[in-house]
C-alpha cells in the first residue's frame, strides 16, 4: 500500500451510481416560492427612474440583487481578501493576488501605489451558472417593477408569478448559494439525481411551453408541449394574493395518478412532495393512504418563502434527501417501514400526525398525544429514528389505490329516502377518477350551539342542508363530527340529524375536539366510526378514501321508520369501516 494511500480524499460516487428521487410540485408550496422581483437601483439610474426609498424616505445602502444568468463571458476583477472581514488579517496564509487594480480602474499586474487594489482575475460565462447580479427588468411602459403585477391589484394577464413551476430552478440555486458545514456547496446534486413532476403545481404556464423547453419530466413519455395553463385550474398559488386559489376535489384525483404513475415507472429510490405549509400535512395523510409504494416518501413545507431572510425550506429539502440516503425507514427487506413523513426544522414527523400549528420555522406539532415525531434530522449527527409508527400505511394500506374496487356503491334521492347507485372508482388502467372523489363534510360541536331545548334534527339546518346536496351531487358522501372530548359526540339535535344522514348512506365518524390526545372510544355508539385520536380533517381524508372501499353504508327505506333488519345492515357496514379506522 502507498505510503500516501491513508491521506488520499474521497472519491466522488459517479453519477449513474447516485438514488433517483421523484420531487412533486404541489399547490401553494411556499418552499417553491420566491419574493417578488424588483427592479434594482442600478436599473433606476440607468434608465433615469426615481430610486428605492426606506420606509424612512432615505436610500437603501444596498441595492436588490438575485439569482441569474449571464448571457456571454466577461472578465471580473474581485477585490481579494473581501470575503470576510478577517480574511485580510490571515493574508499571510494567502498565495499571492493575480494583480492590482489602480484608482483609475486598471489592472495592473505589480503594485505601484499603496491606493492600488489587490484583486484575483476571473472570467465567468454562462457555463459558470447563476450569480447574484442587479435586477435590471422594468415594466412594460419603462417604469421599475415594485411589486408581483403592474399595480398592486392588477389582474392575472398584468401579473407575474412568483412561485416557480417544478422545483428544478430551487435545486440549482440551493446548490448554487446554500453551504453546508465544511463550506461547500452542492448540497442536492452531489447526492441524489432528480426528475421533477408537476402534480399539482403552485406556477404555471399561461403561455405554454416547448416540449424542448421543459425542465419536468413528462410522465407521459411523449415530449409534450405544455399547453396553456389556467390559474386555478392547472396551477395553485397565493401571491398575488388578490389571485390566490386553492385546488378543488378533482385535483385530489389528478395529483394521486400523477404520483402512483411516476413512481409505477421504477427505478426510484425516494419521493418528496412539496406543498404550502397550511395544507401539506392533509396531502402527506393522503398520500399515506392511497399511493402505493414501498420507498420512502418525504414531504417538505416551508414558512418563508424561498430567498428570503431566515427561510427554512431550503434546509427542510436537504434533509429530505439526507433522510431518503440514510435508509433508516427500512424494514429487513428494504422496504419502507415509515410510511409517508413530514420533514420539517430537523425533525420527523409521521404523516397521520403532523399539524401545523403556527406560521414560523417550528411551527409543527405532532397531534393525537401518542407520538408523531418518529425521528430527528440534522446537524448534529446522523439521521436517527425514535420509534416506527405501528399504522397501516402506503403499500400496507387497505385503502390504497391497488386495493380500491373498479366500482363501488353510493346512494341518491329517491322519494323520501335513498336509492343505491353503481359509482365507478377507477378507469381503465386502475387510475383514479375525478368523479370519485368523496364529499365528506366537517361539522363541529359547539356548547351552548342548540337553538332551543328541542331535541330535534330540525334545528341543524346546516347538516341537513348538505344532506340533500349529497343526495343531489355526491353519491359518495360522508360527515365527520368534531364532538367533546374524549368522546367524539355532539349535543341531541347534531346526533339526531347525523344519524338521519346514516340512514340515508352516509357513514359519520366522531372525533375529538381540537388536537386532543384521547382514543374515541364506544360514546358515539354503533351507528357511528369512533375515529380513534385523528384529528377532524385527517378522518375527513381517511373516511373519503374508505367510501370509494366500502361504499355508502346500505340506506334504509324510510329513514324516519327504520327497520332492525336495516339497522343490522348499517351496523355491519360501519364495522367494516371502524376496523380501516383503528389500524391506519
Same mark, same amino acid.
Given at each position: 500500500?502507498?505510503?500516501?494511500?491513508?491521506?488520499?480524499?474521497?472519491?466522488?460516487?459517479?453519477?449513474?451510481?447516485?438514488?433517483?428521487?421523484?420531487?412533486?410540485?404541489?399547490?401553494?408550496?411556499?418552499?417553491?416560492?420566491?419574493?417578488?422581483?424588483?427592479?434594482?437601483?442600478?436599473?433606476?439610474?440607468?434608465?433615469?427612474?426615481?430610486?428605492?426609498?426606506?420606509?424612512?424616505? =432615505?436610500?437603501?445602502?444596498?441595492?436588490?440583487?438575485?439569482?441569474?444568468?449571464?448571457?456571454?463571458?466577461?472578465?471580473?476583477?474581485?477585490?481579494?481578501?473581501?470575503?470576510?472581514?478577517?480574511?485580510?488579517?490571515?493574508? %499571510?496564509?494567502?498565495?499571492?493576488?493575480?494583480?492590482?487594480?489602480?484608482?483609475?480602474?486598471?489592472?495592473?499586474?505589480?503594485?505601484?501605489?499603496?491606493?492600488?487594489?489587490?484583486?484575483?482575475?476571473?472570467? &465567468?460565462?454562462?457555463?459558470?451558472?447563476?450569480?447574484?447580479?442587479?435586477?435590471?427588468?422594468?415594466?412594460?411602459?419603462?417604469?421599475?417593477?415594485?411589486?408581483?403585477?403592474?399595480?398592486?391589484? %392588477?389582474?392575472?394577464?398584468?401579473?407575474?408569478?412568483?412561485?416557480?413551476?417544478?422545483?428544478?430552478? &430551487?435545486?440549482?440555486?440551493?446548490?448554487?448559494?446554500?453551504?453546508?458545514?465544511?463550506? @461547500?456547496?452542492?448540497?442536492?446534486?452531489?447526492?441524489?439525481?432528480? @426528475?421533477?413532476?408537476?402534480?399539482?403545481?403552485?406556477?404555471?404556464?399561461?403561455?405554454?411551453?416547448?416540449?424542448?423547453?421543459?425542465? @419536468?419530466?413528462?410522465?407521459?413519455?411523449?415530449?409534450?408541449?405544455?399547453?396553456? +395553463? #389556467?390559474?386555478? +385550474?392547472?396551477?395553485?398559488?397565493?401571491?398575488?394574493?388578490?389571485?390566490?386559489?386553492?385546488?378543488?376535489?378533482?385535483?385530489?384525483?389528478?395529483?394521486?395518478? #400523477?404520483?402512483?404513475? =411516476?413512481?409505477?415507472?421504477?427505478?426510484?429510490?425516494?419521493?418528496?412532495?412539496? !406543498?404550502?405549509?397550511?395544507?401539506?400535512?392533509?396531502?402527506?395523510?393522503?398520500?399515506?393512504?392511497?399511493?402505493? =409504494?414501498?420507498?420512502?416518501?418525504?414531504?417538505?413545507?416551508?414558512?418563508?418563502?424561498?430567498?428570503?431572510?431566515?427561510?427554512?425550506?431550503?434546509?427542510?429539502?436537504?434533509?429530505?434527501?439526507?433522510?431518503?440516503?440514510?435508509?433508516?425507514?427500512?424494514?429487513?427487506?428494504?422496504?419502507?417501514?415509515?410510511?409517508?413523513?413530514?420533514?420539517?426544522?430537523?425533525?420527523?414527523?409521521?404523516?397521520?400526525? $403532523?399539524?401545523?400549528? @403556527?406560521?414560523?420555522?417550528?411551527?409543527?406539532?405532532?397531534?393525537?398525544?401518542?407520538?408523531?415525531? /418518529?425521528?430527528?434530522?440534522?446537524?448534529?449527527?446522523?439521521?436517527?429514528?425514535?420509534?416506527?409508527?405501528?399504522?397501516?400505511?402506503?403499500?400496507?394500506?387497505?385503502?390504497?389505490?391497488?386495493?380500491?374496487?373498479?366500482? =363501488?356503491?353510493?346512494?341518491?334521492?329517491?322519494?323520501?329516502? %335513498?336509492?343505491?347507485?353503481?359509482?365507478?372508482?377507477?378507469?381503465?388502467?386502475?387510475?383514479?377518477?375525478?368523479?370519485? &372523489?368523496?364529499?365528506?363534510? &366537517?361539522?363541529?360541536?359547539?356548547?351552548?350551539?342548540?337553538?332551543?331545548?328541542?331535541? %330535534?334534527?330540525?334545528?341543524?339546518? !346546516?347538516?341537513?342542508?348538505?344532506? !340533500?346536496?349529497?343526495?343531489?351531487?355526491?353519491?359518495?358522501?360522508?360527515? /365527520?363530527?368534531?364532538?367533546?372530548?374524549?368522546?367524539?359526540?355532539?349535543?341531541?339535535?347534531?346526533?339526531?340529524?347525523?344519524?338521519?344522514?346514516?340512514?340515508?348512506?352516509?357513514?359519520?365518524?366522531?372525533?375529538?375536539?381540537?388536537?386532543?390526545?384521547?382514543?374515541?372510544?364506544?360514546?358515539?355508539?354503533?351507528?357511528?366510526?369512533?375515529?380513534?385520536?385523528?384529528? $377532524?380533517?385527517?378522518?375527513?381524508?381517511?373516511?373519503?378514501?374508505?367510501?370509494?372501499?366500502?361504499?355508502?353504508?346500505?340506506?334504509?327505506?324510510?329513514?324516519?321508520?327504520?327497520?332492525? !333488519?336495516?339497522?343490522?345492515?348499517?351496523?355491519?357496514? /360501519?364495522?367494516?369501516?371502524?376496523?380501516?379506522?383503528?389500524?391506519?
Amino acid at each position: 500500500m502507498s505510503e500516501h494511500a491513508s491521506t488520499a480524499l474521497p472519491q466522488p460516487m459517479p453519477a449513474e451510481h447516485l438514488p433517483r428521487i421523484a420531487v412533486f410540485s404541489g399547490a401553494n408550496a411556499t418552499v417553491q416560492n420566491s419574493e417578488p422581483l424588483v427592479t434594482s437601483d442600478a436599473a433606476r439610474r440607468k434608465y433615469g427612474l426615481p430610486p428605492r426609498r426606506n420606509p424612512d424616505g =432615505t436610500h437603501p445602502r444596498q441595492d436588490i440583487v438575485r439569482p441569474q444568468r449571464l448571457a456571454a463571458p466577461v472578465t471580473v476583477y474581485v477585490e481579494a481578501y473581501s470575503a470576510h472581514p478577517l480574511e485580510r488579517d490571515a493574508s %499571510s496564509l494567502y498565495a499571492a493576488p493575480d494583480g492590482y487594480v489602480t484608482p483609475e480602474g486598471v489592472f495592473v499586474a505589480e503594485r505601484m501605489t499603496e491606493d492600488d487594489v489587490p484583486v484575483y482575475e476571473v472570467t &465567468i460565462g454562462p457555463d459558470d451558472g447563476l450569480f447574484a447580479l442587479p435586477y435590471m427588468a422594468r415594466t412594460r411602459d419603462g417604469g421599475a417593477w415594485e411589486q408581483e403585477g403592474i399595480d398592486p391589484l %392588477s389582474p392575472s394577464a398584468e401579473s407575474r408569478q412568483t412561485f416557480y413551476p417544478d422545483a428544478s430552478r &430551487i435545486f440549482e440555486e440551493i446548490d448554487r448559494f446554500g453551504l453546508d458545514e465544511k463550506g @461547500d456547496n452542492n448540497m442536492l446534486g452531489s447526492k441524489a439525481r432528480y @426528475d421533477f413532476v408537476r402534480a399539482a403545481p403552485s406556477g404555471g404556464y399561461t403561455s405554454g411551453l416547448p416540449a424542448s423547453q421543459r425542465t @419536468d419530466l413528462d410522465i407521459t413519455d411523449r415530449a409534450d408541449d405544455i399547453a396553456p +395553463e #389556467v390559474r386555478g +385550474e392547472d396551477f395553485f398559488g397565493y401571491r398575488p394574493y388578490h389571485l390566490a386559489h386553492a385546488p378543488a376535489m378533482a385535483t385530489l384525483a389528478r395529483l394521486t395518478n #400523477v404520483v402512483q404513475s =411516476t413512481l409505477d415507472r421504477g427505478g426510484y429510490e425516494g419521493a418528496m412532495w412539496l !406543498e404550502d405549509s397550511a395544507s401539506v400535512e392533509d396531502t402527506a395523510y393522503w398520500l399515506n393512504l392511497l399511493i402505493d =409504494t414501498t420507498i420512502p416518501f418525504s414531504c417538505n413545507a416551508s414558512q418563508r418563502p424561498h430567498g428570503a431572510l431566515a427561510n427554512d425550506g431550503d434546509r427542510n429539502l436537504v434533509d429530505s434527501v439526507a433522510y431518503v440516503r440514510s435508509r433508516i425507514w427500512a424494514d429487513a427487506e428494504g422496504r419502507d417501514a415509515i410510511g409517508v413523513v413530514l420533514v420539517q426544522d430537523e425533525q420527523i414527523f409521521a404523516a397521520r400526525d $403532523a399539524q401545523k400549528a @403556527d406560521a414560523r420555522p417550528g411551527g409543527f406539532v405532532a397531534t393525537g398525544g401518542h407520538g408523531g415525531i /418518529v425521528g430527528t434530522i440534522g446537524a448534529p449527527g446522523d439521521p436517527m429514528l425514535t420509534y416506527r409508527p405501528a399504522k397501516a400505511h402506503t403499500s400496507r394500506s387497505a385503502v390504497n389505490l391497488r386495493r380500491l374496487p373498479d366500482a =363501488t356503491v353510493g346512494v341518491r334521492a329517491s322519494g323520501s329516502g %335513498s336509492a343505491p347507485v353503481d359509482v365507478s372508482v377507477k378507469d381503465a388502467s386502475g387510475m383514479l377518477l375525478e368523479s370519485a &372523489i368523496p364529499k365528506v363534510t &366537517i361539522a363541529k360541536y359547539a356548547r351552548y350551539g342548540m337553538d332551543d331545548f328541542l331535541d %330535534s334534527a330540525a334545528m341543524q339546518v !346546516e347538516i341537513l342542508a348538505r344532506i !340533500e346536496k349529497n343526495l343531489e351531487s355526491f353519491p359518495l358522501a360522508g360527515f /365527520v363530527l368534531e364532538g367533546m372530548a374524549p368522546f367524539g359526540i355532539g349535543n341531541e339535535s347534531e346526533t339526531a340529524a347525523l344519524e338521519e344522514a346514516v340512514l340515508r348512506g352516509m357513514p359519520v365518524v366522531c372525533v375529538n375536539r381540537g388536537n386532543a390526545e384521547g382514543m374515541v372510544g364506544g360514546g358515539p355508539g354503533p351507528a357511528f366510526i369512533s375515529g380513534s385520536n385523528l384529528t $377532524a380533517t385527517k378522518a375527513r381524508l381517511l373516511l373519503m378514501a374508505c367510501l370509494m372501499r366500502f361504499g355508502a353504508l346500505p340506506p334504509a327505506a324510510d329513514p324516519s321508520a327504520p327497520t332492525a !333488519e336495516e339497522w343490522q345492515r348499517i351496523h355491519e357496514r /360501519v364495522r367494516d369501516y371502524q376496523q380501516i379506522f383503528d389500524t391506519h
